[in-house]
């Protein structure tokens, strides 16, 4: 009987470009199933059949192996950039940059929509509260009811005829309220887009109502 030294290791899978394309293909469709699924083991049994099917036969291990070491290679490429090492030249880093790149460095089953995803409704309400000077947490602030103060309606204020401001005058408030409270530096840009996309959105109106 041969003891346990004697027996010699698998060498390990050498994976061809070609190979480790078709892998990330399957691993960017099965991403959701991924992330969904606390005990994951028949994800990759399902990537692992489906590169056997196009004639790539990997084991699940072999498959679990590699997507760790693809996730390993760009997560170390993520952090020289921010160190600035030059661009990568790693052929599948812009691809894994466009489907996991949102995911937290700590925990890849789980996937960030908010840095994935822009809600219109979002951008709206920060452009209503640049335009009235009311931010939502001054707003929370308010809304929020002091202990042992019985909670009084206040009656709905009477209706004024306003003008529209002319983006002229908007834009002059605009920037007595920045002179009034400094803002962060990610601040003023939002603030800066903002004010650029509704600049663009005013002049549209414009044209279309010359057309008109």
């Known amino acids: ?43 990759y049994q399902a990537i692992a059949e489906s590169l056997t099917d196009a004639g790539i036969p990997r084991t699940r291990a072999q498959v679990h192996s590699k997507i760790d070491n693809l996730t390993q290679t760009f997560r170390k490429i993520e952090r020289e950039l921010t160190t600035g090492f030059p661009p990568p030249t790693w052929p599948y880093y812009k691809e894994l940059k466009r489907f996991i790149g949102c995911l937290p460095i700590n925990d890849l089953s789980l996937m960030e929509e908010s840095c994935c995803d822009t809600s219109s409704d979002t951008v709206e309400k920060l452009i209503y509260e640049m335009e009235s000077g009311v931010s939502s947490e001054a707003t929370e602030t308010n809304s929020t009811p002091v202990p042992g103060t ?20 908007s834009t002059a408030a605009r920037a007595a309220r920045k002179r009034r409270r400094p803002l962060s530096a990610a601040r003023e840009f939002q603030e800066a887009m903002l004010a650029e996309q509704k600049m663009l959105r005013e002049q549209l109106e414009r044209a279309q109502q010359a057309e008109i």
């Open 150 to 169: 019985p909670n009084e309606q206040t009656p709905p204020p009477a209706p004024t005829t306003q003008s529209t401001p002319s983006p002229a005058t």
């Open 1 to 43: 009987m041969e003891s346990a030294q004697s027996v010699k290791k698998k060498p390990r899978v050498q994976w061809t470009e070609k190979e480790t394309w078709a892998l990330i293909k399957l691993w960017e469709d099965h991403l959701d199933a991924l992330r969904g699924q606390k005990h994951n083991g028949g994800v």
